[in-house]
């Protein structure tokens, strides 16, 4: 199934972002960041979309990370770095933020 306009726009911006792949460490806040734009139904489905294109340890640490930002928070410094990287890649939805 195609993923919807905007989470595809997403899709692409992600990988603007993140050309040689989203490091393990990056997971956690970036789903944090996902989680503060978007519903819980668009992350889990970013997060399907970019387990599909990864290796198993890499599509285990997205769902690890995806519960562990439900279940608790990412830290803001880690938050900012991710999305100062996104912002240098076109995305929209997160403005450089110094911490």
């Given at each position: 199934m195609a993923l919807?306009?905007?989470?595809?726009?997403?899709?692409?911006w992600l990988r603007a972002g993140y050309p040689e792949g989203v490091p393990d460490v990056d997971y956690i806040p970036l789903f944090a960041l996902l989680?503060?734009?978007l519903t819980d139904a668009e992350v889990a489905e970013i997060g399907r979309e970019l387990e599909s294109a990864?290796?198993?340890?890499?599509?285990e640490a997205?769902?690890?990370?995806?519960?562990n930002v439900t279940n608790g928070k990412a830290l803001?410094?880690?938050v900012a770095r991710v999305r100062a990287r996104l912002?240098?890649?076109?995305w929209p939805l997160a403005k450089p933020h110094h911490v």
């Amino acid at each position: 199934m195609a993923l919807p306009p905007v989470l595809s726009s997403i899709i692409g911006w992600l990988r603007a972002g993140y050309p040689e792949g989203v490091p393990d460490v990056d997971y956690i806040p970036l789903f944090a960041l996902l989680a503060s734009q978007l519903t819980d139904a668009e992350v889990a489905e970013i997060g399907r979309e970019l387990e599909s294109a990864s290796d198993p340890h890499s599509g285990e640490a997205i769902r690890q990370a995806i519960v562990n930002v439900t279940n608790g928070k990412a830290l803001d410094s880690d938050v900012a770095r991710v999305r100062a990287r996104l912002a240098a890649g076109g995305w929209p939805l997160a403005k450089p933020h110094h911490v």
